[in-house]
Each structure stands twice: as C-alpha cells, then as structure tokens.
C-alpha cells in the first residue's frame, strides 16, 4: 500500500492536525469524508490509546481511509526527540524538536518507590512572563504550542516508558515546563479534555495540576471550563512589592487579584490551590516572610510547597541554609498550614525546565550567550513555575494517603 507515515506536518500543508482533535472531531471529519463515523472513534484510540506513530501501525482501519488520513491530514506533535536522558533517580528527561525545528522539554519522573510516574509538560516555547528566577524566562518567548505538540509529549514519554517498563503506572501531570500555561489556555483546557478522556490516555483530571504565575484571565478561564484539572499558583513572595521585584507579572495582574480568584473559584476535586514559594536566599526567605505569606492565604483551602533555590550560573540567586528553610516551613506549620518541602530530581541530566532546551540554544549561539565552559556538578537545576515541582507528587502520596487510597481515581 502507500505509505501512509506522517511525520512531517510541515510538508504537507494539510490543516487537520490529528493529535490536537477530540474523539468527536475525528469521527465529524470521518463522516464529512465519506467513511463510517466509527473509524474516527478507532483513530482516536490508535492515537491516544494504542500511541501509535504512525498511520501504518493502525491495521485494523482500511487502507482507502489511511489513504484519506495520508493526503488530508497530518499527525501532529513533536516532529523527533532530540535527546532522551535517564537520571539515576529513574527520571527520563526528553528533548523533543518541534516541526520549525524550536526545542521543549519535558520530564518523566517515578515517585520514590517508583510505583508511579508524573511528567511535567511544556506549554510554550518560551516563556514571556520573565520571572526572575526562572532559565526559560531568562531565554525569552518564541511561540505558543499547538494542542497536538502539547499532547504529544505525553503520548511519545508513555509509549517510551511502557516499552522500557511495561506495566509503568503512569499516573500525574503537572504543565510546569516550559512557558506559562495560562497565556495559552485554549490549547492547554483542550489538552486537559484530550489526557482525561476515558477512550484516551484516561488520566483522572485530579492527577492533572496547571501552574501559574497568576494569569488572572486564565485562571477564571480554567476554573469556569470545568476540567477538573488542580490549579497550582507560583506565588513566591507575601506582598505586592516584593512579588513585583521577582515576577514582574505581578504589575499586570496584582497579587490581590490573583489571590482573589483564588478564593472564589475553586479546582479539582479536593477544591485546595497549591501555593508554590521558592525560597531565594536574603530574598524572600525569613520567618517575617513566612508570617506573611501565612495572612496573605488564611482563609483560602491550600497548601504550601516551600521549594529551596537550585543556584544556576545564570541567575543571581542563591539557595537559603537548611535552618532557614527549616525556620520558614516552622512558621508556617506553626499555624497549621499543610508544608512541603520539594527538592528537584533528575538534577544529572539537567533535570529542570528550561534548562536543557536553554544549553541547546546557547550551543546553537541563540541569543549569544555562552555556555558555561564546564558544568559544576551537580548540575544545577532551573524549572519554570515551581522548581522543586519535579518531585512535586511524590510526597503527597503519603500526606495525602486518606483522600486518594481505595477511591476511584476519577
Ligand atoms: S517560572 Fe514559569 S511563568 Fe515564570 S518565566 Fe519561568 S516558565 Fe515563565
């Protein structure tokens, strides 16, 4: 037969991107095209289900329709993986190359006892919001990312990691890569459709958590699509003033505003925000910040992931002593706020967001910046919205044994 691969979106100029469509917009375009509407229902599970990569692996969908699919349509998604590096920690940190050959990064990660996997997605190309702290801030902004680009990074790291352990249990998402997912909220809401859908990848919407850095028209966006999905706000200072010198977003959308969606909307199943604080050294670390932070949330149902600096080259930061993280988590405990504290993984294979896609551009002389000439070990890690977030699931488990244990997960 024809060969019906796909894999190059950019050459065929064909609109109908298949990864980004819904069940129900496969079987309309089926119908539109003359096929039986059901096949669209079996390329939804071929894509979503089965992960296939190309057409040719749907054997059970006539030649005649793979043939349509071929000339009409495009797969959509990642056009390769640059680098896929396993951490000694389990992590598998991916590299994929979008079809204009622009770079993102995703990260796969097992808890502790490695009986289930959270990957944290990007949602951008970049990043506008220039938190100051944050690689892929520092790197700049060059595009949104389409649904099917958003899904496919799930779909290619679950098909890797069921190859590599079959029986895995994929289990949480977290959009805290690359960019801000709420500056791109049509695209990431239909992704969230997309991951919870039960004929898919059925991930429950509880298991997906969104990170901002307090988009306000986002956040209203999401709460009011009804996903399901759990909201995490990246709030990293207790005042305005001090929010403004690190997050500069803060100007545009005020931390009242911001903390006022917060408590009239509610996310997720369990209806608690998670608040995200990067402990920065002699920045926003002390106990007075701690009883801040502690007025500034009272009366919104939370908690609080307190998330210790990784020091990178290229940003004047530090990360605070343990005492002071210590101190600040104490505080906080004190007036029985549920704390965290979240330290990075896969930090040998350059584990954070915007890290690795950011020392491929600097290689590749994008901005001019240089990379370093050697790499301290061990590499210092940057994230997008939470830093720690990489190990952002793992000790929920236990902290929140009672709400998850013996419930449907849905
Ligand atoms: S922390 Fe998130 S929102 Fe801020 S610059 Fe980095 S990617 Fe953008």
Redesign the pocket.
């Known amino acids: 037969m024809t060969d019906t691969t796909m894999q190059s979106p950019a050459n065929s100029g064909a609109p109908l991107r298949l990864r980004g469509m819904t069940q129900a917009e496969l079987e309309q375009m089926t119908a539109d095209a003359g096929f039986p509407a059901f096949r669209g229902r079996q390329l939804f599970h071929w894509l979503h289900r089965k992960m296939a990569r190309t057409l040719d692996e749907m054997k059970n969908l006539p030649v005649a329709f793979r043939e349509w699919l071929a000339t009409n349509a495009v797969m959509g998604g990642v056009k390769d993986v640059v680098t896929v590096k396993t951490s000694q920690d389990g992590s598998y940190k991916f590299l994929f190359e979008l079809e204009d050959g622009r770079k993102v990064e995703s990260v796969l990660m097992p808890d502790a006892k490695r009986t289930y996997w959270t990957q944290c997605l990007s949602s951008q190309v970049g990043?506008a919001?220039?938190?100051k702290f944050?690689v892929?801030?520092f790197n700049g902004f060059f595009r949104q990312m389409k649904v099917d680009e958003i899904v496919d990074q799930v779909l290619f790291a679950r098909r890797h990691l069921l190859t590599e352990q079959p029986g895995a249990n994929f289990r949480n998402l977290v959009y805290m890569g690359?960019?801000?997912p709420l500056l791109n909220p049509d695209a990431v809401i239909k992704s969230i459709r997309l991951f919870s859908d039960r004929e898919g990848v059925d991930l429950s919407p509880r298991r997906i958590t969104v990170s901002t850095?307090g988009i306000v028209p986002g956040m209203v966006q999401l709460a009011e699509a009804e996903t399901g999905a759990c909201l995490a706000l990246?709030l990293n200072a207790p005042n305005q003033a001090e929010r403004e010198r690190i997050m500069p977003i803060t100007k545009k959308y005020p931390l009242a505003d911001v903390l006022d969606v917060c408590r009239r909307y509610r996310y997720g199943k369990h209806k608690r925000v998670t608040f995200e604080y990067v402990l920065l050294a002699g920045i926003n670390d002390t106990t007075d910040h701690a009883r801040q932070v502690a007025s500034l949330v009272k009366g919104i149902p939370c908690k609080i992931n307190v998330i210790p600096f990784n020091p990178n080259p290229t940003l004047p930061f530090g990360r605070p002593e343990t005492d002071d993280v210590q101190a600040f988590v104490d505080v906080l405990g004190a007036q029985n706020y549920t704390v965290s504290v979240r330290w990075s993984k896969a930090l040998d294979v350059d584990g954070a967001c915007g890290q690795l896609a950011g020392q491929h551009r600097q290689r590749r002389g994008i901005r001019g910046v240089e990379a370093p000439a050697a790499t301290p070990e061990p590499t210092p890690a940057q994230f997008?919205?939470a830093l720690g977030d990489l190990d952002f699931f793992a000790p929920v488990a236990a902290e929140s044994a009672d709400e998850d244990d013996g419930e449907d997960i849905r």
């Open positions: 990043c919001v220039d938190c944050c892929t801030g690359m960019g801000e850095s990246s997008a919205h």
